[in-house]
T-cell receptor, first 116, second 117 residues
Framework: AQTVTQSQPEMSVQEAETVTLSCTYD???????LFWYKQPPSRQMILVIR??????QNATENRFSVNFQKAAKSFSLKISDSQLGDTAMYFC?????????????FGKGTLLTVNP | DVKVTQSSRYLVKRTGEKVFLECVQD?????MFWYRQDPGLGLRLIYF???????EKGDIPEGYSVSREKKERFSLILESASTNQTSMYLC????????????????FGPGTRLLVL
């Protein structure tokens, strides 16, 4: 079974600075997807970024980028130029890409606070 | 834009009551999911459905059942609510795309915060 570990329950960063959230996972599969989801306080969970395991190039989405290290099974999220609106719970998630197993396995989350 | 809606944002029920949580998606997605979110535990999958009338157990199905009579609607049922089912419940949906039938991104609803007294 896959497991996803987020070792930082809480983090804080000053506005305009850069912060990195860590995520490691454990799987015996070779084809899978990794995701970072963001859940602002009392608001809907939204997708931040997605990475296909077969792609060597790290995914980027505006101020959000990942450092995907497949051999190390590491998938960290970097937020550049942090904004107050980035304050949220961030979840790392894993999904096997084959067959009919559509399950997302989530980490326990990292609460990020951006301070003015 | 994908829209996933849940029938209630907040619910208060008593122990032993039968509780229905409804989820509707408007993008003709094949897959629908029910998760439970608890502090320090992240999201855990209760049930999912990959087609009308089809369902699969997730990691924590005990005490729950589901119903999917129409493609756009997926219901979570607590047959006899208990206090340990007090939680945030999230619904999600996703499309199956491409020739290989891979699952695309899961989109989430706003959640239902359930309190069982």
């Amino acid at each position: 079974a896959q497991t996803v570990t987020q070792s930082q329950p809480e983090m804080s960063v000053q506005e305009a600075e850069t912060v990195t959230l860590s995520c490691t996972y454990d799987t015996s599969e070779s084809n899978y997807y990794l995701f970072w989801y963001k859940q602002p306080p009392s608001r809907q969970m939204i997708l931040v970024i997605r990475q296909e395991a077969y792609k060597q190039q790290n995914a980027t989405e505006n101020r959000f980028s990942v450092n995907f290290q497949k051999a190390a099974k590491s998938f960290s999220l970097k937020i550049s130029d942090s904004q107050l609106g980035d304050t949220a719970m961030y979840f790392c998630a894993f999904m096997y890409s084959g067959g009919s197993n559509y399950k997302l396995t989530f980490g326990k989350g990292t609460l990020l606070t951006v301070n003015p | 834009d994908v829209k996933v809606t849940q029938s209630s944002r907040y619910l208060v029920k008593r122990t032993g009551e039968k509780v229905f949580l409804e989820c509707v998606q408007d993008m003709d997605h094949e897959n629908m999911f029910w998760y439970r979110q608890d502090p320090g535990l992240g999201l855990r999958l209760i049930y999912f459905s990959y087609d009308v009338k089809m369902k699969e157990k997730g990691d924590i199905p005990e005490g729950y059942s589901v119903s999917r009579e129409k493609k756009e609607r997926f219901s979570l049922i607590l047959e006899s609510a208990s206090t340990n089912q007090t939680s945030m419940y999230l619904c999600a949906s996703s499309h199956i795309g491409g020739l290989a039938g891979y699952q695309e991104t899961q989109y989430f609803g706003p959640g239902t915060r359930l309190l069982v007294l």
